[in-house]
């Protein structure tokens, strides 16, 4: 199984670049295959991994990938493999690699207003996709002779994330030329936005929501005069798009869809992030005293949250019992495993083993696709030398998320204390190739090689090895 998880890794990587440039036939064709497709949105996601831009949090990952997949389910490619993520980056912007590959920076998660007008946001990325207006770009590019697949890759990332990273990525590529040609034109503007429309009105959220956010986006630029955001840059806004939208929209009643809590709960989770522990605590005690907006569970969680960050633990325990009793009290928050997840780190702080441990064997048993909480409860499985039932959990996780750098850290480390040395390297060279890093994969697997083991582990890592030497002589060519 291992195997095949890198086999999906380097099938992706080293196809895309193997002889410089992929063959694209015929060289008016203006657009990529689904492989190709998949290859640039691979490629460029191990940069993203291995950069530190990259949010690495399982929980605000998880729930992006859950809202997009409602929204997903209602597209013309259900079943392409969308990958949803955050990116650590206060300016507003949202972006779509080919592949179906969205990255969602906080700044936008920070400034929707609601749970509809954050699916706006990625019902529209979903349709650039899904009419493939960035392949037909990249393809276009290629046609052009500029620059190989990988360093397109590259330097489109980095023009969608952020322009201070795009002049430098652009510049090594020397690609400058291409980095206008990147914007979306206004006709996959427009197409983005009517089948955007079309999605979440299937998924069932507020299509209002989507001429709000983008009224809201506009008048905020009016404010910052040359200061758009990303967003608006990317993707080019004009009055034309939102007299548009709004027309189609008008004719629709308005439906208030409340926010999950899901919804609120990661945006608790950012608006702390962004704050001392000692600050967070204030403001999240005021906003309860104050009781007049926002979602007392949420501000509580927050509280709890901030209170573990500055070590108060027994208040942090006294304010987890009283969120625990309200989120009881309703159906919408009695099972949510993000609750679960901050009770896990209030009882591992109180730093009774025992009682940690028997803790999260239940916690893991309800919410057993919540890898916040698989990664919490292994890494003190570890600690607590149960190596064994660690290495189990994170196999099946591993089997659903094969590109988890987190699990595959966690695997290493579980091996280790079992003295599987090469099993242990192994591990270890997955982490690093997911991230890109390829020269420290390279490196581990031989360690794991001169480890010595089985014949047919052995031959795994052999030919993990040869895969490996192939990505990286790809690589190597312009
Ligand atoms: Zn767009």
């Not at 630029?221 to 200061?227: A, M």
Request: overall charge negative; proline content about 4%; aromatic content about 6%.
């Amino acid at each position: 199984m291992r195997k095949l998880t890198l086999a999906l890794l380097l099938c992706f990587s080293p196809c895309a670049v193997s002889d410089g440039l992929p063959d694209l036939g015929d060289a008016s064709q203006i657009v990529l295959t689904p492989l190709q497709e998949r290859q640039i949105g691979q490629q460029s996601m191990m940069e993203i991994r291995a950069s530190k831009q990259f949010l690495d949090d399982a929980e605000i990952n998880d729930y992006l990938n859950q809202l997009g997949s409602k929204l997903v389910e209602n597209s013309a490619e259900p079943s392409l493999g969308f990958e949803f993520f955050a990116i650590n980056d206060l300016t507003i912007n949202a972006f779509a690699m080919p592949g179906g590959f969205i990255g969602v920076n906080s700044g936008l998660l920070l400034t929707v207003q609601s749970e509809s007008e954050l699916a706006a946001v990625l019902s529209h990325e979903i349709a650039h996709v899904t009419q493939h207006h960035l392949a037909r770009m990249i393809a276009g590019q290629q046609n052009e002779g500029l620059v190989s697949m990988a360093a397109l890759a590259v330097a489109i990332l980095a023009a969608r994330t952020s322009p201070q990273a795009t002049e430098a990525a652009i510049a090594s590529v020397q690609a400058r030329a291409i980095q206008k040609q990147l914007d979306f034109t206004r006709a996959n503007e427009q197409e983005a936005d009517r089948i955007g429309l079309d999605l979440l009105q299937k998924s069932d959220f507020n299509i209002h929501a989507m001429p709000e956010f983008l009224e809201r986006l506009q008048k905020a630029t009016r404010l910052l005069d040359n200061n758009a955001p990303n967003y608006l840059r990317t993707h080019p806004i004009t009055t034309d798009r939102v007299a548009d939208i709004e027309n189609r929209v008008q004719k629709q009643p308005y439906r208030l869809i409340p926010d999950s809590l899901d919804f609120q709960l990661v945006r608790t989770k950012l608006i702390s992030s962004q704050k001392t522990a000692v600050d967070a605590i204030a403001y999240f005690s005021d906003a309860l005293d104050s009781q007049k907006h926002g979602n007392p569970i949420a501000q509580r969680y927050g509280l709890v949250e901030a209170l573990l960050r500055n070590n108060e633990v027994g208040r942090a325990a006294q304010e987890l019992a009283t969120l625990r009793k309200m989120a009881k009290s309703s159906p919408l928050s009695r099972n949510n495993p993000m609750i679960e997840t901050l009770s896990g780190l209030v009882k591992q702080a109180e730093n009774n083993p025992a009682m940690s441990l028997a803790f999260y064997r239940t916690a893991v048993q309800n919410f057993p696709q919540h890898r916040a909480l698989i990664y919490d409860y292994t890494d003190l499985l570890i600690q607590n030398g149960q190596g064994e039932a660690a290495v189990k959990l994170l196999a099946a996780q591993i089997t659903r998320h094969p590109s988890d750098t987190t699990l595959y850290d966690l695997q290493a480390r579980a091996y280790a204390m079992q003295g599987k040395v090469l099993e242990q390297h192994q591990a270890q060279a997955y982490s690093y190739a997911w991230q890109g890093k390829l020269y420290a994969a390279l490196e581990q697997l031989e360690l794991a090689k001169q480890a010595g083991g089985s014949f047919y582990q052995l031959s795994t890592v052999e030919s993990d090895l040869r895969e490996l030497r192939g990505m990286l002589d790809a690589r190597g060519k312009p």
